[in-house]
């Protein structure tokens, strides 16, 4: 299975936008002066260089004003609400890519599992084939066999055998419940369901050219 994939939000990004949210709701006033990097650095237990990177991100934006000797000041509440909005917009997207991930790699257990049933499903029939007409059973299409470049519907598989395809394995693939215009391979293994008499035509009829 894939491994999961999540997206980390850098600690200094974190930081930038709490410090925005502190100012548009009113705890950092505008004009006013917030804490030096040094005594920010400590409330929120970082390095003073994680901060620097913080403060950076909300001068680009205009949030705030950084000088040398005077500490930061707050330049624009409307400014830190832009930024909140334009973060959370990039965490929304973030969360669904992360969603999106997290379910392909669901479907991708699901399609592995259900394989798993199908080979077990396949071996018991191969044991009781004779006992259970419903049992699917998969036969190989040989390399000369006309089915090749054929649709399931061209073939009229079912007209000609009485056997019902529920699937086609190619390769490491399983495909289930094949459409009628599903095109036969070379070295497919189709899955048929019948008794053991419309399996045998079944079997003769793809060696068959």
């Known amino acids: 299975m894939d491994k999961e994939i999540r997206i980390k939000v850098p600690r200094y990004k974190q930081i930038a936008l709490d410090i925005a949210s502190r100012i548009a709701n009113g705890e950092f006033k505008e004009g006013a002066k917030i804490f030096g990097r040094s005594s920010l650095a400590g409330e929120y237990n970082v390095s003073p260089e994680t901060i620097r990177r913080a403060i950076i991100l909300l001068e680009d934006m205009e ?3 950084a000088t040398l000797g005077s500490g930061v000041v707050i330049t624009s509440k409307r400014n830190a609400h832009k930024y909140m909005e334009s973060n959370q917009n990039k965490e929304s997207i973030s969360s669904l890519r ?7 790699a669901k479907k991708k257990a699901i399609e592995t599992e259900i394989m798993e049933i199908i080979d077990k499903i396949i071996d018991y029939s191969e044991r009781l084939k004779n006992t259970n007409p419903m049992n699917p059973v998969e036969i190989p299409i040989s390399d000369d066999s006309h089915l090749i470049g054929k649709t399931i519907s061209e073939s009229k598989f079912w007209q000609n055998t009485g056997a019902t395809i529920i699937g086609i394995r190619r390769g490491k693939d399983l495909i289930l419940s094949p459409g009628p215009y599903m095109e036969m391979e070379k070295n497919d293994k189709i899955l048929a369901v019948g008794d053991a008499a419309i399996i045998e035509r079944a079997k003769d009829f793809m060696k068959t050219l």
């Open 98 to 104: 992360s969603d999106v991930l997290d379910l392909l």
């Open 63 to 65: 949030v705030v004003q």
